[in-house]
């Protein structure tokens, strides 16, 4: 209604008052009228962006705070975001970074997470002063102010797009830092960290520096504290499987993850890609098998009757393929196979479903479990009375008809 009002414009030239408290009230006017796409495109289209970048460096702290504040909004805008760059925004946040006003440096580093948001202005925000505005975002990860080095995590994040953004982070020692917001007491620090590390870890030249034994430390501390939240429990998983695992899987035995991801793999509130993103890595590390023994001497009945109920929830096909492949990989280990046999039902509940299932890895997976089992008595004498060998001779019988098939198939191309 106000900018309907047409009272936008006389907002915007007071502005340039030379009263410091019109300025700020403008200002502060300005940032709540920019919380709506609309009016930043008005102020935008009214030449409000010029001032405000002028008021950015101005003496006075509350109309700092607050014509920051107001650019901070309109970043929101990627169309805004154009014109801020054209009239020199870039620079001038950049060096408010360093600003002594921790609200200040907060606001100019959200907003440059904003821009970075689009790989356009990589180019030009790290040509600025020959990387200056990595280094100086890479030291507000040490800010004591928690939202300020969870903001410059963000940040960062957005500019590591490409691979040369990615190894001058790594080669400008982030890793100590990120190690540090990891055993943060704060949750948001430990979000923003480990969603940078999670970028940085899809690239394989950065893979030798993240798997330093403090960083991993740090990760399976995290893991243990925030078995609940998803993000965090998603990246770290994610992180975890970024490794080359057959070449750490020492380093990563030697720390807390594994034993993080287990418990983890507990929580009934992660969300479902979090979870498949951890039953996803634990499938992974269960292929090593000195991995295996390490995960076999955390295994509980908890444990054992989540993984189970994982492998039968037919609804999450991914997640219940990853939880019955760590099922296999540890039934080698006597001391699961005594875990399993209190849930006997449930595990021919979902190998019947394995077995029925169209894709061949399914069907593989159930039979290569179902061997393994069989050599127990008690899971033998379970089978033959569910009649288990009567649905493998019909998969066997399929099997047969696809291979005659095939047969044809290929003599018909041949000739």
């Not at 102020?43 to 607050?66: C, M």
């Not at 029925?356 to 127990?376: G, K, P, Y």
Request: proline share 3%; net charge negative; charged share 20%.
């Amino acid at each position: 209604m106000v900018v309907q009002m047409g009272l936008l414009e006389p907002i915007l030239d007071l502005l340039e008052s030379e009263d410091p408290t019109v300025q700020c009230n403008s200002c502060a006017c300005t940032m709540t009228l920019a919380v709506s796409e609309s009016n930043r495109l008005a102020i935008g289209t009214a030449g409000g962006v010029t001032p405000l970048l002028s008021l950015a460096n101005s003496y006075d702290p509350r109309v700092q705070q607050n014509a920051v504040g107001a650019i901070l909004n309109l970043t929101q805008s990627e169309r805004i975001q154009l014109v801020l760059c054209k009239e020199g925004a870039l620079p001038v946040l950049t060096l408010l970074l360093e600003s002594p006003d921790s609200e200040v440096q907060y606001y100019s580093c959200a907003a440059l997470s904003n821009i970075a948001a689009s790989a356009q202005h990589h180019e030009a925000m790290l040509r600025i002063g020959d990387r200056f505005l990595l280094r100086t975002l890479i030291s507000l990860l040490s800010s004591s102010v928690g939202k300020v080095s969870s903001q410059a995590c963000v940040c960062l994040r957005n500019l590591a797009a490409g691979a040369e953004a990615q190894a001058e982070l790594v080669a400008k020692d982030v890793l100590p830092r990120l190690c540090s917001l990891l055993v943060s007491s704060s949750e948001d620090v430990n979000r923003a960290a480990v969603a940078l590390l999670w970028v940085l870890s899809q690239y394989p030249h950065n893979q030798d520096a993240l798997v330093c034994t403090e960083l991993l430390q740090s990760l399976g501390m995290l893991l243990s504290l925030h078995t609940t939240d998803p993000v965090i429990a998603g990246h770290a998983a994610c992180i975890i499987r970024n490794l080359n695992l057959s070449k750490n899987s020492t380093r990563v035995i030697e720390s807390p993850c594994v034993e993080g991801l287990l418990h983890t793999m507990l929580s009934i509130d992660i969300h479902e890609d979090s979870l498949h993103y951890v039953t996803s890595c634990l499938a992974e590390l269960a292929k090593q098998e000195g991995v295996t023994i390490h995960m076999v001497k955390w295994m509980n009945e908890p444990l054992t009757k989540r993984l189970v109920r994982l492998a039968g929830k037919w609804e999450h096909t991914e997640t219940s393929f990853q939880a019955a492949s760590i099922i296999r990989h540890m039934i080698e280990h006597e001391k699961m196979m005594l875990l399993l046999k209190y849930h006997i039902t449930e595990i021919q509940a979902y190998l019947r479903n394995f077995l029925t299932h169209q894709e061949v890895r399914f069907q593989q997976l159930a039979i290569s479990t179902f061997c393994r089992l069989q050599t127990d008595p008690e899971f033998s004498l379970a089978f033959r009375k569910s009649q288990m060998a009567k649905l493998l001779e019909q998969v066997r019988q399929q099997t047969e008809e696809t291979q005659e098939l095939l047969r044809a198939a290929i003599c018909h191309a041949d000739s």
